[in-house]
């Protein structure tokens, strides 16, 4: 769609990703769509159902991302972040990934499930929110008065030392096609052929899956979501000025609101879709801009639509409840998770719908190790979790940390601290 001016262009984008995000908002609270519920389901039951659903998303947006590429419709190889970027930074990519997984098991869900929660009255989860948005500001944002960050303190000197620059990008696509000679655009379309019919396959070959449709529902319409924004801000809005058209992504007129520097665009102006660690940190950038408009960015409109969304779903469902700490530890154990997912999400670039859902789709190479780690993290923590609660004062950390290790197979049997439960 062509618009007369950026404005118009920009503001009806916040408002499409607004709306798309209220939709998958509204779906995620009626179907019970949550990544950490999914690998909790897995690990304490056996239950790969909700795992499914979330695979589902990712083949979805994987399909239509590919499609939509090949048909030129759009773009993902410079985006924001930069999921197929040439800087392949594995060690961050685990260690914040680890973190991420860590934090949404001890804060009751990821970033998005804590958007849904907040939509559902938990007051708990205003809480996580502060805290993660705290965290994530300042891994990307100068401490008041200097030119340091949280990542650049804690973070750049070691694990940057890790990272590797390759010669292209970074996606399945793109290595098939620097080792075998192929074209581009071909090797990109068949892998991202190849790997969602994959997915579809594990996805639905399962019965009960099939016989799930609050599954089936959530699933694809996250995954229509992922695609949907992606199209929207890759490929949707043209700008006509001067007798010429540009994409909003590259448009770079002073036609823009009038509170912001002639010459200057809004932030965050860039292919993107559904992250929501990140944004959680601009609602800070926001509030200290003194709410100002020229600053909101088409994440902080995601993570409003998805609030609004599951809101909205509790009226109709009637599913309202407010809920608060149980006592001090329970609050502790919040704070920390909240720290965690706000300096991991960062760090790796993504959360699980960010690398998960939307990197994944893209087939980068960096956000299926961030997922991979994401799970360990929380599959982990599940299982020492578990081991403490039942033998109580005799699990210490280690021991069921231990103990944990071996029952997911990274250390030998013989090692085994505490009785399999």
Known sequence: MTFESFAIGHSSILWLAFGIALIMGAVANKTNFCTMGAVSDLVNMGDASRIRAWVLAMAVAMLGVTVFEAMNAFSVDVTRPPYRGGNFAWLEYVIGGIMFGVGMTLGSGCGNKTLLRIGGGNLKSIVVFAIIAVCAYFMINPFPGTDKTLYSVVFYSWTSLASISLTGKQDVGALVSLVSGANLATARLVMGLLIAAILFFFVFRSSDFRSSKDNIL????????????????????????????????????????????????????????????????????????????????????????????????????????????????????????????????????????????????????????????????????????????????????????????????FLPSGMRKLDAI
């Open 218 to 409: 959530g699933g694809t319409v996250v995954g229509l979501a992922v695609l949907a924004a992606w199209y929207v801000s890759g490929g949707f809005a043209t700008i006509s000025a001067d007798g010429d058209t540009y994409s909003w992504v590259n448009y770079a007129s002073d036609d823009v609101w009038s509170l912001i520097e002639s010459g200057k665009r809004p932030p965050g102006v860039a292919v993107q879709s559904f992250t929501f660690i990140n944004p959680i940190g601009e609602t800070l950038g926001y509030a200290l801009s003194g709410f100002n408009k020229s600053v909101i960015t088409f994440g902080l409109m995601s993570l409003f639509g998805v609030i609004a969304g599951s809101f909205i779903w509790s009226l109709i469902s009637k599913s309202l409840r407010f809920e608060w700490f149980v006592d001090f530890k329970d609050f502790v154990t919040h704070a920390i998770g909240a720290v965690l997912m706000g300096i991991g999400g960062v760090l790796s670039l993504g959360c699980t719908f960010g690398q998960g859902i939307t990197g994944v789709s893209t087939l980068s190479i960096g956000s299926v190790l961030v997922f991979a780690s994401i799970v360990f993290g929380s599959a982990l923590t599940m299982k020492i979790q578990y081991y403490k609660m039942c033998y109580e004062d005799e699990a210490t950390f280690v021991k069921a940390l231990i103990t944990a290790l071996v029952d997911m197979r």
